[in-house]
């Protein structure tokens, strides 16, 4: 994207001037003041003591556990999932600002987006408008009353239905001034023989999918007569430039609010269910777009709640997929509860059938992720034979070794004792046993990774060295004082610098930065993802006070190391016996101009 024309950079630097970043950010996340800065726990990744930290003197965030770093506009798009221009638009917005024209690729790149959402939009109607307004439809609609849901579910949830039709869809569109290339590239036809198209959902009901903001972005059908041969039970559109299945949360548009109120969200397996669960009561309940469970997820599902109840039908709870997804969950610092289900039996049906308050005890019967984990071991297991004993103690012991809380652990093990008729003394002692040996092989390196945490968290500069910390502020004053660049990089080269500072300044020392405005967003590909995080990392660092006659001293120091350990490096040559003349001669020409550069400048 970077290659493309854009905004104006004074557009730009005056837009994120007029955001306040503190402002913004705490929007998202609770910030503490901490000195000049401000510190909270990362949005981006899962973590008890924070090391997100804003710099409001510079406006720029980073992150020392996960390296996300960057100024609003990153962190709008990052938190959001929008694209460049679509966060200017919302800081403009956010901050009164009006837009200026876009250049004509920008726009059309931004036109695409919106047209897909309008498209999705006029789709998400029309399908709406089969079901409840036609004969078409007629069918649909009654399965949809079979299910227990009235005219008002269907609105809420816009559902649809999508005729036993080729190109009503299609035709529909294009009557709409839609090309086939964009309704391809929604996801909505597929193509045939001969360059012809056909609409890809037919004969389904048919569930928008909508993301966090309530924008239509795809939709999800589910077959009316499984008797005929129209592909899978449920279809879901392809991944598109507005819709990623992985970032997106089936119903999070109703349910966030009450998600946030409550602290805890349900988590189910179809969009019946969570239909049906929001006609019952239970509005903080939504769905997994398929089972297993994506890192980008559960951090979407951490941004409005702390807890999670799992109601997946019960052969789905126990497959491998989802226990690796429940794991992440639980991981990003969600505390995971599984609500454990009669075999054969989904939300959807329990709340027909037996209700709100059958399925809120069983919210309240809802076990840990431990617990259910047990359970599952146990799950059908002969535990009067003594081979499957042991394989069942073994699994047990396993999955308790991971449980680093000592009270936490004793209270599993009495439970799995009782659970499985094992002496819960035997159990201890086996678990113990595992955990210590684990514990001792995962020692030395934990002990490495808290210490570097620790000193992080009480001061940004502790693990850095003298030069690095003078190499980080020069390279900072670079960045964010276009005024004092050519100065400092008459001073220095890339060789005063050393490790990572040494590869930015290569970058920055370069002429086109030089002279013109540094964004971010624009250096993006060129600079790679790690010296990107360095980049917000000294950002976020950088004192605001610019003396400029310091920095150019420090610029100074930084080369005059560098001529001295040449020097140092010459003497060691001249102490060598076999040079030519040629040499010698050579070396002490250097060494002159070296003396020569560090007298001009005192
Ligand atoms: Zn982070």
Partial sequence: MDKLARYSDEFINELKENVDIVDLISDYLELKKSGNRYKGLCPF???????????????????????????????????????????????????????????????????????LFSLNRLAARFYNYLLT????????????????????????????????????????????????????????ISEGKNNSHYDKFRNRVIFPIFNNR?????????????EDSYGPKYLNSPETPIFSKKKNLYGLHLAKDSIREQNSCIIMEGYTDVIQAHKNGFENSIASLGTAFT???????????????????????????????????????????????????????LLKNEGEEVFNNFIENAVN???????????????????VRKKVLRSIVELLTDVKDNLEREIYIERAAEKTNFKAEVLAEEVEKEFKKKKSRNNQRNREKTNKKREKEFDLYSQLSYYQQVEEEVLAHFIS?????????????????????????????????ISNSVQLDKIKDSLGEELLSYWSEILVKQDNALDKGRILKLADYLSSKRIANNKKKLCALLSKKELSLDKLNNILLTFYSLNYNIERRD
């Fill in 481 to 513: 004082n276009p005024d004092l660049r050519e100065e400092l990089a008459a001073r220095l080269s890339k060789n005063d610098f050393n490790g990572r500072t040494s590869q930015l300044a290569e970058y920055l020392f370069k002429g086109s930065v």
């Fill in 214 to 226: 309530g924008e239509v972005i795809a939709f999800g059908g589910r077959i009316l007569n499984s």
């Fill in 369 to 387: 992720l431990i617990d259910f984990k047990i359970n599952m071991i146990i799950n059908n297991q002969d535990l009067s034979e003594p081979g």
């Fill in 295 to 349: 890192e980008e997820q559960a951090k979407l599902i951490k941004r409005y709640a702390e807890n999670a109840y799992i109601a997946y039908d019960a052969d789905t709870a126990g497959n491998k997929a989802t226990l690796r997804g429940l794991d992440i969950l639980s991981n990003t610092g969600i505390n995971v509860k599984v609500i454990q289900l009669e075999e054969g039996s989904d939300p959807d049906q």
């Fill in 45 to 115: 990744h899962s973590e008890k003591t924070p090391s997100f930290f804003v710099n409001p003197d510079n406006n720029f965030y980073h992150c020392f556990g996960c390296g996300a770093g960057g100024d609003a506009i990153n962190f709008v798009m990052e938190i959001e999932n929008l694209t460049f221009i679509e966060s200017i638009k919302m800081l403009a917005e956010r901050s009164g600002m009006e837009l200026p024209d876009l250049s004509d690729q920008q726009r059309q790149l931004y036109k695409e987006r919106e047209k």
């Fill in 133 to 188: 307004d036609t004969n078409m439809g007629e069918q649909a609609l009654q399965y949809l009353y079979k299910r227990g849901f009235n005219d008002q579910d269907i609105k809420k949830f816009q559902l649809g239905f999508a005729a036993d039709e080729w190109q009503l869809l299609l035709n529909f569109l294009q009557k709409k001034g839609f090309s086939i290339h964009l309704i391809k590239k929604a996801g909505l």
